[in-house]
């Protein structure tokens, strides 16, 4: 068991799960050979893992010694989802009128969403979640590719 709240193993178990769903996601950026790919959508699934986790342990240890919950664990996903939302438009960039790396933004941001998931043990979630970001990333993408489109402003 951990110091205050979670058994170690859990924390491991939560841990792990996050970089599998990073893992998963992150493959598939990195075989189009993405900027953002398998070693950063893994490290930003278990940080937010992490944060997720330390929110937890932070609550139960400042209870075992205050006797009041002291850290409210929603208030960590928001700094999460803020904080991962300001890594991923990093990623975007303008370049000769077109915007670039939309996609690997919101691949980092629902890392992000994955790895929060596995932090606080919604494993079905994040499982579904990954199973669902897999998709959109591989079978849309081959979608779009036959979908109709009109000029771009290039073609002005």
Known sequence: ?????IPL???????LASLLVGAVIGW???????PAGLRTHMLVTLGSATFCVMAFEVGAALSDRYGERGVDPMRVLD????????????SIIQARGRVQGITTAAGVWMAGALGAACGVG???LAGLSTVLAFLVLTVLAKVERHLPR???P???
Do not use: C, H, Q, T
């Not at 193993?9 to 939560?14: C, F, G, M, P, V």
């Open 154 to 156: 290039e073609a002005d």
């Open 28 to 34: 598939e950026r990195e075989r189009k050979n993405k």
């Open 150 to 152: 009109e000029p771009g």
């Open 122 to 124: 919604a494993y079905k």
């Open 1 to 5: 068991m951990s110091e205050y709240g």
């Open 9 to 15: 193993l859990e924390i491991l178990e939560r841990l």
């Open 79 to 90: 700094g999460v989802v803020g904080g991962i939302g300001f890594l991923g438009a990093g």
